[in-house]
């Protein structure tokens, strides 16, 4: 079974510019959630879709935003690009059957976003 | 709200000697514990969870992780390091199961590093 996948890999864009990163889930995971990993501040959650419906957001400005399509797959788009933006992006999809299920989290390779 | 700590930023260990890597939580409710383990430029592989049962929790690669409710810990452990699993080792808790509002949150990380 294809794992989770990312794209693009890498991405550089300049101040002020928007971006958009795709993210495919395995086949058949419902959920899919959205996380920045800076050296800084680590790992911080971003938002989790789940049957297309935004479920929780973490503490980002409205700059990030994300949907998620009937087959699952996912999108975030950062508007109005910062410096501070550079970070590596990940995406993680569950099986989630149900909403209060915890299963575990599978994390794509990661779209690496360099803001010059 | 939850919070997970990872105290070393690093861990260094010789080649066939046990490791640990030390993760402490808090969270109201119970706990849904990971690990995860990151590899240079890649994502996050899962490596084991604990939800309920057994304090002893058996994972990926030989690694297990002890639960203990009244230190509220869950350290990684490994009997036997190999250079391999030279890494970046996150812990993370997952909440908002009962709110609707879930999400991971992470440990700051751990770099293990095992010299031959």
């Known amino acids: 079974k294809a794992g989770v996948t990312q794209t693009p890999r890498y991405l550089i864009k300049t101040r002020g510019q928007q971006v958009t990163l795709s993210c495919s889930p395995i086949s058949g995971h419902r959920s899919v959630s959205w996380y920045q990993q800076t050296p800084g501040q680590g790992l911080q959650f971003l938002f989790e879709y789940f049957s297309e419906t935004q479920r929780n957001k973490g503490n980002f400005p409205g700059r990030f935003s994300g949907r998620q399509f009937s087959n699952s797959r996912s999108e975030m788009n950062v508007s109005t690009l910062e410096l501070g933006d550079s970070a590596l992006y990940l995406c993680?999809?569950?099986?989630?059957?149900?909403?209060?299920?915890?299963?575990?989290?599978?994390f794509g390779p990661g779209t690496r976003l360099t803001v010059l | 709200a939850q919070s997970v700590a990872q105290p070393e930023d690093q861990v260094n260990v010789a080649e066939g000697n046990p490791l640990t890597v030390k993760c402490t939580y808090s969270v109201s409710g119970n706990p849904y514990l990971f690990w995860y383990v990151q590899y240079p430029n890649r994502g996050l592989q899962f490596l084991l969870k604990y939800i309920t049962g057994d304090n002893l929790v058996k994972g990926s690669y030989g690694f297990e992780a002890e639960f203990n409710k009244s230190q509220t810990s869950f350290h990684l452990k490994k009997p036997s390091a190999l250079v391999s699993d030279s890494a970046l080792y996150f812990c993370a808790v997952l909440s908002g199961l009962d709110t609707g509002r879930r999400a991971l949150t992470f440990g700051s990380g751990t770099r293990l590093q095992v010299q031959p």
């Open positions: 993680a999809s569950s099986l989630a059957a149900g909403w209060s299920s915890y299963n575990e989290q599978f």
